[in-house]
Structures are given as C-alpha cells and as structure tokens.
C-alpha cells in the first residue's frame, strides 16, 4: 500500500517490493536529475516528506501518519529482535553452565524490555487520546 498517490496530494511514496520506500517521480529532483528517490529508512523518507510539504507541496496527513507507524513498528521489531537474542544468550550460557558475559545480557534484556514498556504506553497514551 502507498503512503500517498498523486491522486491525493503531490507526492507518489510507497514502500518498494526491494525493501526501500520510494519517492516515485519525486518535483523535488533537479530537472536534469533522477526523478525516482529511495529511502533506505522510515526516517529518512519521513524527512523527505516534511521537505515536500516545506516547499508548498501537499502531502495529505494520513501519509505523513502511516509512515510514522511504520517507523514506530520497524523500532519495535528491531527491539523486539534483539530482545530474543539477549534471552537467547542468557539461555545458552545457563545451559552450558559458563556465565561468562551473562551479567550484560540480563542487563541488556532489562534496558531493552524498559525500552519496549516505554513505547507501549506512548502506544496506550496515544490511542487514549484519540
Ligand atoms: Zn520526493
């Protein structure tokens, strides 16, 4: 699904099947540039739509939203990924009876669950307010 087609404002974003979001013949290009530009992240896209609506184009709120709960998801995932590994860890050094670095991972996995806890409730306080 696209962030925003040129039938709802002036920007054609969407995330591409190669895993980048692209600005699909982007006004923003130098006339005699590339008029197609990828992001290889939620953030900077995100940057690249505040840049289109700074020079006057419109760019619809809800695209400027889905790209902001993407990037919250992608976060999301990444903590969530390393979170298992870190138990992973922690599994792996109680079973083989070598505790060497196990104090890190349990103070990782504390960090990393505060982390999550944090962008759950900004999720629940977000919603609330809605
Ligand atoms: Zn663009």
Not at 29 to 42: I, M, S, T, V
Not at 53 to 79: F, S
Not at 93 to 109: M, Q
Request: proline share 2%.
């Amino acid at each position: 699904m696209s962030y925003c087609r040129f039938s709802d404002g002036d920007v054609y974003m969407y995330p591409h099947i190669d895993g980048y979001i692209e600005c699909c013949f982007c006004s923003l290009a130098q006339p005699d540039g590339y008029r197609l530009q990828h992001f290889h992240n939620h953030k900077d896209a995100l940057g690249h739509l505040l840049e289109h609506r700074k020079a006057g184009h419109h760019v619809p709120q809800y695209a400027i939203d889905r790209l902001t709960v993407d990037m919250k998801r992608a976060e999301l995932e990444n903590l969530l990924w390393e979170l298992c590994s870190a138990q992973g860890q922690i599994a792996k050094r109680n079973e083989s009876g070598l505790d060497w670095g196990i104090d890190n991972y349990y103070k990782r996995r504390e960090e990393l669950m505060d982390e999550i806890l944090d962008i759950a409730l900004d999720y629940r306080r977000n919603n609330d307010e809605l």
